[in-house]
């Protein structure tokens, strides 16, 4: 007990047996995930897997029917109020008559200990916006206005809801480039996304969320291979798909004339197996199933 | 605390909305109605002064605390819950934003009454008459936040203007009570409005301010303070 305690009192984020429900809908039902500081944490799920109802919590936004969250040991509404949290949600907005100097000002003077104003806006790539009303700007700029806002506390934890959502394919790559500058110095980060290629891309560790339950948590590569392991592809004269279905480690066949998909749990051994009874097999190529094929499987309702 | 207060006081500003609410309108009215009835008769002409200040007054702080409904609707107020400023503090700042929006329209309103229809008081009756009139706002300011905490966008202005329209017609400051059936007189007395007008009264005349407009303003305050207290609470937890 003693050791889990020091554990939990090093962590950014501490969720413990974290539940909600909303009447007789279970929005969080039993989640349970310790951050580290420093890690980079995607919060993978589809609509209505909880990870919005979770950020909540961990914001201390909304109470938990049962379990409890902490966020560098304190409660979490003790954290925001200290500064130690930075955030941006999805359905947090901005005022649209005031302006952006005026608007990431007004957060700045709410903290004890901020980062200089231009400092913060040239972080979140808005210095040249200043002077601008929030309501002349794009959706992708207001939300690197918000970025802004929740950087301006110099945080040691970001808390990101569907960060890129209104940007651009270049806004994003530049709100990425941003935010890497920002981990790099050590900070904690935990975002919610619906693009599977950032948190493949931006991610130390992705936990899956599926009704209000966590699925997978792990590296990018162990949830990857968690799911659907990977996927053989070779050309087989005279082939046999019965023949091919027989390979250990094999899940699935797919046979075109001569050319043959294997997707395989494991593929070092199918392969192997592949090669002794058709040393004929050329064109050989051996694929990780990615994050997509992964997020799919796992956040697949169980049928019946 | 300051730092809100700012930044709304600006925003404020900068909105077409003042102009109209609280500088044109009282300012227009005064100047029709003083000279449709005034005409040198200065009694009517410092009645429908004090009048007319109450009138600004009243709608000026209506509507700065109603346009929260806008912000709350396009989640603002979820963004404040994401720094340490506490509930306090908000409702605090948004209150003193109504009252600072209401302070033009009472001293714009006295102004004109200066420059065009000859009043003349000494400081320290402007002084009393500004500083009570200006303390009348509180209830109402409270008022238009709480309409602003319970309205959506789309209905927060209908909301406002009907409260705005309900305190100036019935608190007597568009006709005088005395032309009315008595009646009118007692569903006045129980509105702030016809207290931030008594208040006026009361400085011109040099009485002190009557404990029962103190008192009826005092349960205004209490009561409309006490809903928007449990409806931000309810409203943040629901976020």
């Known amino acids: 007990m003693n050791s889990t305690d020091t554990v939990t009192r090093g962590a950014a984020v501490s969720l ?34 909880g990870k919005s109802t979770t950020i909540d919590m961990l914001l201390g936004l909304t109470d938990p029917t049962r379990g409890a969250a ?39 003077a709410m903290y004890p200990k901020p980062l200089p104003l231009k400092e913060t806006l040239q972080r979140a790539g808005v210095a040249e916006l200043a002077g601008r009303k929030v309501g002349a ?7 690197r206005v918000r970025f802004a806002a929740a950087l301006v ?3 040691d934890l970001l808390v990101l809801d569907e960060p890129t959502v209104a940007m651009d394919v270049a806004a994003r790559r530049e709100f990425w480039a941003a935010m890497r500058s920002y981990t790099d110095t050590g900070r ?17 560790r992705v936990v899956l969320l599926r009704s209000g339950r966590v699925v997978a948590d792990g590296s990018v590569s162990q949830v990857r291979s968690l799911a659907a392991g990977r996927v053989i592809t070779a050309r087989i004269p005279g082939v046999d798909e019965t023949v091919l279905k027989t390979l250990p480690g094999v899940t699935e066949v797919l046979v075109r004339g001569e050319s043959a998909e294997l997707a395989c749990v494991n593929s070092d051994t199918a392969l192997r197996e592949l090669l002794s009874r058709h040393p004929q097999a050329h064109d050989i190529e051996v694929r990780g199933a990615g994050l997509e094929a992964a997020f799919v499987t796992l956040t697949r309702q169980e049928a019946a | 605390m300051g730092a809100l207060l700012t930044f709304e006081a600006r925003r404020i500003v900068r909105s077409p909305r003042f102009f109209i609410f609280t500088v044109a309108f009282p300012l227009a009215m005064f100047l029709a109605f003083s000279s449709a009835y005034g005409k040198g008769d200065l009694a009517t002409v ?3 002064m004090v009048s007319m200040a ?26 404040l819950r994401l720094t340490p400023l506490s509930g306090i503090n908000y ?7 109504a009252m600072l929006v209401a302070l033009p329209s009472i001293l714009l309103v006295f102004a004109a009454s200066v420059l065009f229809e000859g009043v003349q008081l000494n400081a320290g009756t402007w002084a009393r008459l500004i500083v009570f009139c200006w303390l009348g706002v509180l209830p109402t300011a409270v008022l238009g936040l709480l309409i602003g905490l319970l309205a959506t966008g789309d209905s927060a202005q209908a909301m406002s203007t009907v409260l705005m329209l309900a305190l100036s017609m019935l608190g007597g400051l568009m006709l005088p009570l005395s032309n009315l059936p008595a009646a009118m007189t007692i569903v006045a007395q129980a509105l702030p409005s016809y207290w931030l007008a008594e208040f006026g009264h009361d400085a011109l005349a040099g009485n002190a301010v009557s404990v029962q407009g103190v008192t009826t303003m005092a349960a205004w305050i209490v009561v409309a303070g006490g809903l928007v207290a449990l409806r931000y609470r309810r409203d943040t937890a629901r976020a």
């Open chain 1, 16 to 49: 413990r047996g974290l539940v909600k429900h909303f009447g007789d809908v279970h929005a969080v039902d039993g989640v349970d995930v310790t951050i580290a500081p420093g890690e980079v944490v995607a919060l993978l799920g589809p609509n209505g897997a």
């Open chain 1, 70 to 108: 902490s966020v560098f040991g304190r409660p979490p509404r003790q954290a925001v109020a200290s500064g130690l949290v930075g955030a941006m949600l999805q359905s947090g907005g901005l005022l649209d008559d005031a302006t952006v100097a005026e608007t990431v000002a007004l957060f700045r």
């Open chain 1, 137 to 143: 700007l794009s959706g992708g700029e207001k939300q």
């Open chain 1, 153 to 155: 506390s110099d945080p």
């Open chain 1, 188 to 204: 904690t980060v935990v975002f919610a996304t619906h693009y599977l290629a950032e948190a493949e891309d931006y991610a130390d």
């Open chain 2, 46 to 48: 410092l009645y429908l």
């Open chain 2, 54 to 79: 109450a009138f600004g007054a009243v709608s000026a702080s209506i509507s700065t605390g109603s346009r929260t409904a806008i912000e709350r609707q396009v989640g603002w107020n979820r963004q």
């Open chain 2, 91 to 97: 409702l605090a700042s948004k209150v003193a934003a």
